[in-house]
Nanobody, 122 residues
Framework: QVQLVESGGGLVQAGGSLRLSCAAS????????MGWFRQAPGKEREFVSL????????SYAESVKGRFTISRNNAKNTMYLQMNSLKPEDTAVYYC???????????????WGQGTQVTVSS
């Protein structure tokens, strides 16, 4: 069992930055690939970024590539998402999730956090 808690969301102006954190419970964090997903009002939840269990492999949605950076610290059971050059279209609830496989598909994720709101004003 893995419990995930996101933090770091908030209100920021366009062009600004935020860093999201995802803290995991349990001793198996380092065995999971971790992902960030987001859901904007009235839209389906979508993939944002993914990092392998060791942190070597990383993937990004085209819409955030070059602006967002995913990372993890297995010693601290924590994953991060550094978001720069934020745009109003980045406004969404951001979720972290854990998966046994390196996958962008939501169905492959076993554990989810409760989400943190990110709002980018124009």
């Amino acid at each position: 069992q893995v419990q995930l808690v996101e933090s770091g969301g908030g209100l920021v102006q366009a062009g600004g930055s935020l860093r999201l954190s995802c803290a995991a419970s349990g001793r198996t964090f380092s065995t999971y690939a971790m992902g960030w997903f987001r859901q904007a009002p009235g839209k389906e939840r979508e993939f944002v970024s993914l990092i392998s269990s060791t942190g070597v492999l990383k993937s990004y949605a085209e819409s955030v590539k070059g602006r967002f950076t995913i990372s993890r610290n297995n010693a601290k059971n924590t994953m991060y998402l550094q978001m720069n050059s934020l745009k109003p279209e980045d406004t969404a609830v951001y979720y972290c999730a854990a998966s046994r496989s390196y996958s962008t598909a939501q169905k492959d994720y076993d554990y989810w956090g409760q989400g943190t709101q990110v709002t980018v004003s124009s």
